[in-house]
């Protein structure tokens, strides 16, 4: 498989028609595979074992318009079609009868769930309708009839030769390189994505002989609640689901069906280059490539509250009130950056950089890194939040100020306790971000800073090392341990 794995499907007996709602679809953005019902089975005939990654699926409620409008005979058919096209361990998806007889609806519905759950059928989240004269040109009358027997006649030609059709794209595919390291591993995502959510749709439908839908929301909101704690779910539903669910999806993307092609055409690509050595880089790139894996943008409105990994731009305020206004020049100047006044006076370069002292402790500027644990934030409970000090260095400055030391210590910086990030883009500007270990404020509240700005927030693993090295620090030199005898 090179593209994501078919997520929606048309039953149709009239060809036309069929056409139309698929055209419909993908003119909205949505790939839909047709199938032609024709004297009981579908063409071009759905996957052995039928689709796995359904999320929708639309069905003509007369399939054969010979039956009548008998609901038992309807849903039988319907349920014969559908049993051929959706696999076992589907789900959830949304099934949607389109139809000119909107007024049979309510009597069909409860027949077809009565079948599929005897016939052991996964039972869909939602049935529903839609009115088939409001979503495509309806096809009566000889002209259109003459029509449709034709274009049935070509769908069951391309039928017989979709298959050479696939084969033919997937080596074009395969041939283009970095299109086909693309849609393999967006291939790979998709259906790790789709099999997290089957993985937990199977146990819902244990939980629940009927609403299916129900159970399934219910252990979500329990993910979600687990993952980040029930006030922080309450406010960011989408983020607490996604923490919950990340560890699922990168097990099922590693066991990924797709994951042999997926190495093939990585392989294929990227072998010679990985084996080259990386590629040098402008530092553009590589701050806007340090943004994207270190940090998370806070998009829309600034945060109200102080988060796990929250980079804050402090104000002058905040800094008098917790008594830094005044100290920030002798931290910045003893802990954060090389002072040329400590340069020998015999060192060319002494004068030039002292000259520009003053020029870089105006634009070299201060700020507070949230270093808070996991649970901590979990449990939203009155606390101290730690915030590590940090200053946010242009990069233009650093060879000169920041990594200047003498090569032969174990770390160019003036302290051991100094990690640089970055350099990332910050407010229009590409800068470093040297974050002191052991230095810290405390802040009681859960609420930002009075007039401080909150820039981004660090990735948990960058958090999680940061945490590591201030306990570090912070760790007592040694312990009491008296032995008897």
């Known amino acids: 498989m090179i593209f994501s794995p078919v997520r929606a499907i048309a039953i149709d007996n009239n060809s036309l ?24 089975e579908l063409v071009p005939p759905p996957p052995k074992g039928g689709y796995g990654h359904l999320r929708l699926v639309f069905v003509d409620i007369n399939l054969l318009d ?27 998806y949304c099934l949607v009868f389109w139809t000119s007889y909107s007024d049979k609806f309510d009597e069909i519905k409860p027949e077809v769930e009565r079948q599929l759950e005897q016939q052991n059928i996964p039972l869909p989240s939602l049935v529903t309708y839609l009115g088939k004269g409001e979503l495509i040109p309806l096809t009566n009358g000889k002209d259109a009839e003459a029509a449709n027997l034709g274009l ?5 030609k391309q039928a017989e030769l979709s298959e050479k059709l696939g084969d033919s794209l997937e080596k ?53 609640v687990e993952a980040i704690g029930q006030k922080n779910a309450k406010e960011d ?65 600034a945060p109200a509250g102080v988060s796990r990994g929250l980079v804050l731009r402090p104000s002058e305020q905040f800094l008098k009130e917790a008594g830094l206004e005044e100290g920030w020049a002798t931290f910045l100047w003893k802990e954060v950056l ?19 002292k003053e020029e870089v402790s105006a634009r ?28 946010e260095v242009p990069v233009e400055l650093t060879k000169d100020f920041l990594a200047s030391g003498d090569p032969t210590r174990r770390t160019p910086y003036v302290s051991d306790a100094i990690e640089v990030l970055g350099p990332w883009p910050i407010e229009g500007q590409l800068a470093s971000v040297a974050i002191c270990c052991k230095r810290f404020l405390s802040h009681q509240l859960d609420k930002l800073p009075k007039d401080c700005v909150g820039l981004m927030r660090l990735r948990s693993s960058l958090v999680n090392h940061l945490l590591h090295r201030y306990s570090t620090l912070a760790t007592r030199p040694g312990f009491i341990n008296l032995r008897a005898g």
């Open 172 to 224: 074009v595919i395969k041939s283009s390189g970095s299109v086909g390291v693309a849609s393999a591993w967006e291939t790979l995502l998709s259906e790790a994505a789709s099999n997290t959510f089957k993985e937990l749709y199977s146990e819902a439908r244990q939980l629940s002989a009927g609403d299916h839908a129900g159970a399934f929301a219910d252990l979500l909101s329990t993910i979600a």
């Open 237 to 301: 539903p989408l983020s607490a689901l996604t923490e919950g669910l990340l560890d699922l999806v990168l097990d099922h993307l590693r066991s990924a069906k797709s994951s042999a092609a997926a190495e093939d055409a990585v392989r294929a690509e990227l072998s010679a280059r990985v084996k080259a050595g990386p590629a040098t880089l402008p530092t553009e790139t590589i701050a806007r490539i340090n943004r994207l894996f270190q940090v998370e943008l806070l998009a829309g409105a």
């Open 364 to 391: 070299v500027r201060p700020l507070l890194v949230e270093v808070g644990a996991d649970c901590d934030h979990a449990q939203r409970k009155p606390r101290s939040h730690r915030f590590l000090l940090a200053a």
């Open 17 to 40: 028609e069929l056409i139309s709602i698929v055209n419909g679809l993908a003119a909205q953005g949505i790939a839909c595979s047709a199938h032609l019902y024709d004297t009981g």
């Open 338 to 356: 090389h002072d040329p006044i400590r340069l020998s006076g015999t060192d060319e370069k002494r004068p030039q950089l002292l000259a520009r």
């Open 152 to 156: 049935r006649a070509h769908i069951e």
């Open 66 to 92: 010979a039956a009548g409008f008998d609901p038992k005979n309807l849903a039988s058919i319907i349920t014969k079609a559908l049993g051929s096209a959706i696999s076992a361990d589907s789900g959830p």
